[in-house]
């Protein structure tokens, strides 16, 4: 079997018995990056240089004798909004092009402390603002599973890159569900851990109260050993929590779900929802009943504002946060010609280096924030959260996790949604609440719709800290489902 | 009703330190209200007795000890930037022509 179809930890236990070598695995993904990469676009910036020479230093390290760590030598794609001080980091935006921080984010660090060979910088929405990665200056990615489809957003290039073989794992930010949605569209798994249980030090900021790190893989085994590999508390984030990691891998090993008290959320569902994904969503909360759950439905009604809420709290985080890209110390400068001031500079700057997407949630945000409307809108938005904070809480009191499907539909054609922001931001009804309230939630393949035959995505959510049972029911559902399919979804997927 | 005109638009962008054009005014100002209609759905549940949450983590006051540490060099500090002088992030005229 090739390297680039193995599992991340696969390929970590042949590279830690030296069965291959770390250089090996690493040049089979860049192949597979120069092979297909042209047709999906996924990478914004490819690193092949360094990607070796991280590997050549693993190899050396083992041949030494030095005990590896188990995904010592695996490659990954890593998404161009976490600074790295090697390679490019641009957010998507044209503001920041060819922009080298001279600071590796947190996460970076972590990925590189573990061994991992960075293979590159993914493309995404800007800033992270969006369900498609259209919005990506650079050009959109496309789906593996269909070319002419989205990908899903905002880390869309890191969905596409470990659903097409580029990479068997990749990093994302998650704020209203882009590491969810996009893993659900591609067929892959998707994970947002409890807010602040991955630090957002190097992350460029979008909406700071629920930006939130987290893995993809195509399983969930994987997934949770690069979870685990790179949260835990960081000194440099003041809103990173001080807990332990919970125990993410134990719980992907065990994947059982007996007597374990699941809840349907009442309220997503019907009206919206693709048929396809209702019956794919239904056979998911079968199968969990018949591995020996307890399932019940359960209400969270104010979940239906969660989407208004959030398309007032997070514009308005990030019209603040953004108000750094001035073209003042880095990135572009537009319009200084010696006649114009600051201030003119400044707005030239931002509107040539934004695009649309980004200045109509700079402008919505500031809108929210504005004195006379502060208190009718992004005040009214904060009550939602403490109202669906509540919800989570009277949940969990009746069950262990809530399962919804991740996303209403399944990808979409590339272009459908562009111009028209209402119908784009529907994409992630689902995941916001998990965002506004900080839990724990994961997406995982449940099959593939019958309309299209595209990857449906079922979301498990738990409570805050409570990573582990993310992991727990999503490796016990892959499980089930993958006897039942014969082997994982994404055989199913064309061969690019 | 709209509930946002053109010319607020034009205020928002002059807030928000956006040169845009005419034809960018209208466009946004029709997208703008769409999903200001739509948000505005939130003042239907968010009652007086009802305190407000700004984020997920109870945490307040994070403090960590006052240490000296390294930090980066001003080549480092300026290697990205898009003018510099002496050492320093060179700006254009941050006051009035008058002043």
Not at chain 1, 142 to 152: A, E, K, M, V
Not at chain 1, 338 to 354: D, I, K, N, P, W
Not at chain 1, 362 to 390: C, F, P
Request: hydrophobic share 40%; proline share 6%.
């Amino acid at each position: 079997m090739s390297l680039t179809r193995k599992t991340a930890a696969e390929l970590g236990a042949l590279i830690a018995s030296g069965e291959v070598s770390a250089v090996e695995v690493t040049q089979a993904h860049l192949d597979r990056v120069a092979e297909v990469d042209p047709r999906v676009n996924a990478f914004l910036h490819v690193a092949a240089e360094s990607a070796l020479e991280q590997a050549r230093s693993v190899d050396a390290r083992r041949a030494a004798g030095e005990e590896l760590g188990p995904l010592a030598g695996v490659p990954i794609a890593h998404k161009d909004v976490f600074t790295t001080k090697d390679m490019p980091t641009t957010a998507g935006s044209k503001i920041l092009e060819g922009y080298r921080p001279p600071y590796d984010a947190t996460v970076t660090a972590r990925l590189r402390e573990a061994g991992l060979v960075i293979l590159g910088k993914t493309n995404l929405d800007e800033f992270a603002m969006g369900s498609s990665t259209e919005n990506s200056a650079y050009g959109p990615t496309r789906n593996p599973w269909d070319l002419d489809r989205i990908p899903g957003g905002s880390s869309g290039g890191s969905s596409a890159a470990v659903a097409s073989y580029q990479a068997p794992l990749s990093t994302g930010t998650d704020t209203g569900g882009s590491i969810r949605q996009p893993a659900a569209v591609t067929g892959i798994v998707g994970m947002k851990p409890t807010y602040g249980g991955s630090s957002r030090y190097g992350l460029i900021a979008f909406a700071s109260s629920l930006d939130t790190p987290g893995p993809f893989a195509r399983n969930v085994l994987d997934a949770a050993l690069l979870h685990e590999a790179f949260s835990g508390h960081d000194v440099m984030d003041s809103t990173s929590i001080h807990e332990e990691v919970p125990p993410v891998v134990e719980a992907a090993r065990r994947g059982d779900v007996a007597g374990l008290r699941v809840g349907v959320v009442k309220e997503f569902g019907g009206e919206g929802y693709q048929p396809g994904v209702i019956n794919r969503f239904r056979e998911a909360v079968d199968l969990l009943e018949s591995l020996g759950a307890k399932v019940v439905e359960v209400s969270c009604p104010s979940f239906t504002y969660a989407l208004p809420a959030y398309y007032l709290i997070a514009p308005s985080e990030a019209s603040s946060n953004l108000a750094r890209f001035d073209g003042m110390r880095y990135g572009l400068r537009v319009g200084d010609d010696g006649t114009r001031s600051a201030e003119e500079v400044m707005a030239l700057t931002r509107a040539a280096g934004f695009g649309p997407e980004v200045k109509r949630r700079i402008m919505l945000g500031t809108y929210a924030l504005s004195s006379g409307y502060y208190d009718a809108y992004y005040g009214s938005a904060q009550k939602v959260r403490t109202l669906i904070a509540r919800d989570f809480e009277a949940a969990f009191h009746q069950v262990d996790v809530l399962v919804s499907p991740t996303t209403p539909t399944t990808a979409f054609p590339i272009g459908e949604r562009a111009d028209d922001p209402m119908a784009m931001y529907l994409a992630d009804l689902c995941t916001i609440p998990a965002n506004l309230a900080g839990n724990a939630a994961i997406s995982v393949p449940c099959g593939l719709a019958e309309e299209d035959g595209l990857p449906v995505g079922l979301q498990i959510m738990a409570p805050v800290l409570g990573d582990d049972r993310c992991y727990r029911v999503g490796a016990a559902v892959e499980k089930a489902f993958e006897d039942r399919w014969g082997g994982p979804l994404l055989k199913e997927a064309p061969s690019l | 009703m709209s509930a946002i005109t053109r010319d607020e638009v034009a205020h928002l962008a002059r807030l928000s330190r956006l040169a845009l054009a005419d034809d960018e005014l209208d466009h946004y100002a029709t997208q703008l209200d769409d999903i200001i209609a739509a948000v505005a759905r939130v003042a239907e549940v968010a009652t007086d007795d009802i305190p407000p949450s700004s984020h997920a983590l109870p945490l307040t006051n994070v403090y960590r000890p006052d240490e000296a540490r390294r930090s980066l060099t001003p080549q480092q500090a300026l290697a990205a930037a898009p003018a510099v002088e002496d050492d320093r992030f060179r700006v254009p005229r941050i006051l009035g022509e008058e002043a």
